[in-house]
Nanobody, 124 residues
Framework: QVQLQESGGGLVQAGGSLRLSCAAS????????MGWFRQAPGKEREFVAGITWTGANTEYTDSVKGRFTISRDNAKKTVYLQMNSLKPEDTAVYYC?????????????????WGQGTPVTVSS
């Protein structure tokens, strides 16, 4: 079992930065691929970024490439999402998720555990 708790969301102006953190509990974190998803009001949950359990491989949705960076610290059981050059369209609730396998997935059904989410609002 893995329990996840996100933090770091908030209100930021367009062009600003935020760093989201996702702290995990449980013994399987280091054997879990991790992902960040987001859900804006009235929209489906969408994939943002993923990372393999070693951190060797990452993937991103096209709209955040070059602006967002996912990373992890297995010793701290924490995954991060550094978000730079934020845009109003990045406004959403951001969720981290864990999958008990090596590679991350771009679909929500590929994950076994979810956090409660942290809201991010980008003002124009």
């Amino acid at each position: 079992q893995v329990q996840l708790q996100e933090s770091g969301g908030g209100l930021v102006q367009a062009g600003g930065s935020l760093r989201l953190s996702c702290a995990a509990s449980g013994r399987t974190f280091s054997n879990s691929a991790m992902g960040w998803f987001r859900q804006a009001p009235g929209k489906e949950r969408e994939f943002v970024a993923g990372i393999t359990w070693t951190g060797a491989n990452t993937e991103y949705t096209d709209s955040v490439k070059g602006r967002f960076t996912i990373s992890r610290d297995n010793a701290k059981k924490t995954v991060y999402l550094q978000m730079n050059s934020l845009k109003p369209e990045d406004t959403a609730v951001y969720y981290c998720a864990a999958a008990t396998r090596y590679y991350s997935s771009t679909t929500p059904s590929g994950y076994d555990y979810w956090g409660q989410g942290t809201p991010v609002t980008v003002s124009s």
